[in-house]
């Protein structure tokens, strides 16, 4: 009887490691976007001191979550960022690689130099957080533009109602940061950029890319049910393993 018990307990505990085997291949493959990942890529792409890392490993973590995207690149605009530096970057996941940097304005009720207010409503003339597919370019009085679907309910789906789109302007190129009083200017909630930026990078991303706009807000992150589901799937996956381990022993 006892050695019938301990070779039921060894294949009990070979088919568990089996299975423990494949759900970290399914959790890899579902969500790759695991800090652990999110630090690969970051390293991969030459990224640090360019990139803020909490907020590269948010874009990754939503990007793998968001089976409606249509294309393998990411654009991340980080509003932790003054306008007067680099803060929109936009990735080819496939190839990992950084493909191009530039400032872009926030809305001119989300703050001066800095982004801190941040709104889903009409008339607030605000940006708004979270993350976005980009559909199809249309030319309109900012020139050519690019229109952008919110994702995330209550946080930025008014965005197409409210014409949220990439275009560029004057006010956002860096000569204006001498007129505008050590700033970029500032627009009516759209991630404007230098009007030279703005077809490369339009090209760059539209048809159904993700873009992600972060900032350093305790509020989106409680908010954001993408952000939740990538880190839900990972719980998940794991806890019956040990529920299973603490019942055999």
Same mark, same amino acid.
């Given at each position: 009887?006892?050695?019938?018990?301990?070779?039921?307990?060894?294949?009990?505990?070979?088919?568990? *490691?089996?299975?423990? #085997?494949?759900?970290?291949?399914? @959790? *890899?493959?579902?969500?790759?976007?695991?800090? /652990?990942?999110?630090?690969?890529?970051?390293?991969?792409?030459?990224?640090?001191?360019?990139? &803020?890392?909490?907020?590269? +490993?948010?874009?990754?973590?939503?990007?793998?979550?968001?089976?409606?995207?249509? #294309? /393998?690149?990411?654009?991340?605009?980080?509003?932790?960022?003054?306008? @007067?530096?680099?803060?929109?970057?936009?990735?080819?996941?496939? /190839?990992?690689?950084? $493909?191009? =940097? =530039?400032?872009?304005?926030?809305?001119? &009720?989300?703050?001066? &130099? %800095?982004? @801190?207010?941040?709104?889903?409503?009409?008339?607030?003339?605000?940006?708004?957080?979270?993350?976005?597919? @980009?559909?199809?370019? %249309?030319?309109?009085?900012?020139?050519? =533009?690019?229109?952008?679907?919110?994702?995330? /309910?209550?946080?930025?789906?008014?965005?197409?109602? #409210?014409?949220?789109?990439?275009?560029?302007?004057?006010?956002?190129?860096?000569?204006?940061?001498?007129?505008?009083?050590?700033? $970029?200017? +500032?627009?009516?909630?759209?991630?404007?950029?230098?009007?030279?930026?703005?077809?490369? $990078?339009?090209?760059?991303?539209?048809?159904?890319?993700?873009?992600?706009? %972060?900032?350093?807000?305790?509020?989106?992150?409680?908010?954001?049910?993408?952000?939740?589901?990538?880190?839900?799937?990972?719980?998940?996956?794991?806890?019956?393993?040990? $529920?299973?381990?603490?019942?055999?022993?």
């Amino acid at each position: 009887m006892i050695i019938i018990r301990i070779i039921f307990i060894l294949l009990f505990l070979f088919q568990s *490691a089996v299975e423990l #085997r494949q759900v970290k291949a399914n @959790t *890899a493959s579902a969500v790759p976007e695991k800090k /652990e990942t999110a630090s690969l890529l970051y390293d991969e792409m030459q990224l640090d001191g360019k990139v &803020n890392f909490t907020a590269f +490993r948010q874009a990754v973590s939503g990007y793998y979550r968001i089976t409606q995207r249509r #294309r /393998e690149v990411l654009t991340l605009i980080d509003f932790s960022r003054p306008s @007067t530096e680099c803060r929109l970057f936009v990735f080819d996941m496939k /190839e990992r690689k950084l $493909l191009l =940097s =530039s400032v872009v304005a926030h809305g001119r &009720n989300s703050g001066e &130099n %800095y982004a @801190t207010s941040f709104s889903n409503e009409d008339g607030s003339y605000k940006s708004s957080l979270g993350f976005y597919l @980009t559909d199809a370019t %249309y030319n309109g009085k900012h020139g050519y =533009s690019l229109t952008l679907d919110g994702l995330e /309910e209550g946080i930025n789906d008014h965005a197409r109602r #409210r014409a949220i789109v990439v275009h560029g302007a004057s006010y956002a190129d860096p000569s204006f940061i001498g007129k505008g009083g050590g700033r $970029l200017g +500032r627009s009516l909630g759209c991630p404007a950029v230098p009007s030279k930026m703005c077809r490369p $990078l339009i090209d760059a991303i539209k048809d159904g890319s993700v873009m992600y706009i %972060y900032a350093a807000t305790p509020d989106y992150v409680a908010q954001s049910k993408i952000l939740k589901a990538a880190r839900r799937v990972v719980r998940e996956s794991i806890t019956p393993y040990k $529920l299973r381990y603490r019942m055999i022993s």
